[in-house]
Nanobody, 115 residues
Framework: QVQLVDSGGGLVQAGGSLRLSCAAS????????MGWYRQAPGKQRELVAA???????NYADSVKGRFTISRDNAKNTVHLQMNGLKPEDTAVYYC?????????WGQGTQVTVSS
């Protein structure tokens, strides 16, 4: 069982920055594929950014150039650095881990961007 704890959300003005963190349990974190998803009210949950166990990254077109996903295997954490935030980035952000054909989710952290 993998447990994920999301943190770092908050209220920020447009153009500002936030850094989300996801702390994971387990001694084989380095083998997990990790991702950040978000869900705005009335919308489906969508992929924001992902990073493989080997460090390859991919991003939603809407956040390319503004968001950066990274992982620290020594600390069992994955981060999402969000710069140039826009009101349309407002959502609950969730961390997800994939390992051995299973997926695990964090509890989510609210990001609100005011105009």
């Amino acid at each position: 069982q993998v447990q994920l704890v999301d943190s770092g959300g908050g209220l920020v003005q447009a153009g500002g920055s936030l850094r989300l963190s996801c702390a994971a349990s387990g001694s084989i974190f380095s083998m997990y594929a990790m991702g950040w998803y978000r869900q705005a009210p009335g919308k489906q949950r969508e992929l924001v950014a992902a990073i493989t166990s080997g460090g390859r990254t991919n991003y939603a077109d809407s956040v390319k150039g503004r968001f950066t996903i990274s992982r620290d295997n020594a600390k069992n954490t994955v981060h999402l650095q969000m710069n140039g935030l826009k009101p349309e980035d407002t959502a609950v952000y969730y961390c997800k881990a994939n390992f051995n054909s299973r997926e695990y989710w964090g509890q989510g952290t609210q990001v609100t961007v005011s105009s």
